[in-house]
């Protein structure tokens, strides 16, 4: 760790155990995640991190949350914010597999609810999340036989990558350099993404859960689910018949696959703007969250644009960061 992390941590801290405690138990916190890898050193490579938890850092952020937070559904918190200690909602964005297969046993075991936010289209499809299957393309197979397709694409797009990334080697540098990569395809159209995602070689088991495992975690009991937009695009991008199509694809789908769906909208990628929130407001939604860092005030938060607290792999495995964001959340 370096000395600006190593001072974030100790300065977290200090709040958390003066000042921040008070704040705190005033106002909500709602945790955003993504994937909960097994491969803790898979998920610390530099393109992974932001999105993705190693199974012990999961486990360690788990036990560190229940030390100090009341761990409750997110609905809940969204009505009740404030408690007589501070309260936490963890969320989790896409509907990756990993949610039911190595985050949900230690949820169990912690007996700590979450909120799970599908994009729609994709559970029990064998299409790829673009993210993943585009990263992980590169990152495993370079310029390989196996990645022409997809490089064929990219450069009929004028985004051949870089030389560096037609690599094969496991550096942190070559990682950086992929995220950083993923990062400038993000404004592709999101047809055009998915057809990226589609020319990429099969993965061995398919990213997203499927309605099954979503029901079986629901009957459990700890885990609910909500719309995180159907085709994972950015809805601020959609004209008007093509975002409540989206909204409604989504809306439908929770409604017919779940007993108990949340009332609750998570924007794909953070995005909205009046008219997205006009549109998630016409089908009944009270709240929706958002990716601005902050907390949940009992009142003076909008509604439809809540805040969210991300977790990273490093600040799941050193808490102290987490506090550290909590600290600027209570100044955004």
Known sequence: MNFKQSLKR???????HSLGRARLSDAGVVLMLHRVLADSTAARKPHRAPLCVGQDHFEHLL?????????VPLQHLLEYPGGDRPRVALTFDDGWRDNAE???????RYEVP???????DFIGSQQGFWWESIGETLWQ???SPAAQPLLVQLRALQLTPPPSLLQTDDSDARSRALGSYLQCLKN?????????ADSCPAASAPH????????????????????HGASHGILTRLDGPALRSDLHRSHAALQEHCQAPLGVYCYPNGDHSPEVRAAVAELGYRYALGTRPGLIE???????ALPRIDVSHASAGRPGLLAWRLLQGARA
């Open 63 to 71: 036990r560190w949350l229940r030390r100090h937070f009341d761990c």
């Open 10 to 16: 100790l300065l977290g801290s200090a709040y958390l």
């Open 188 to 196: 592709l159209a999101p047809e055009t993404l998915q057809a990226l």
């Open 298 to 304: 009992a009142d003076g938060n909008p509604l439809l």
């Open 208 to 227: 997203s859960l499927d309605w099954a495992q979503v029901q079986r975690l629901e009957r459990s009991g700890l885990v609910r689910f909500g719309p």
């Open 114 to 120: 979450a909120s799970i936010f599908l994009s729609t």
């Open 141 to 143: 197979h370079g310029a």
């Open 102 to 108: 190595v985050a949900y046993p230690l949820l169990e």
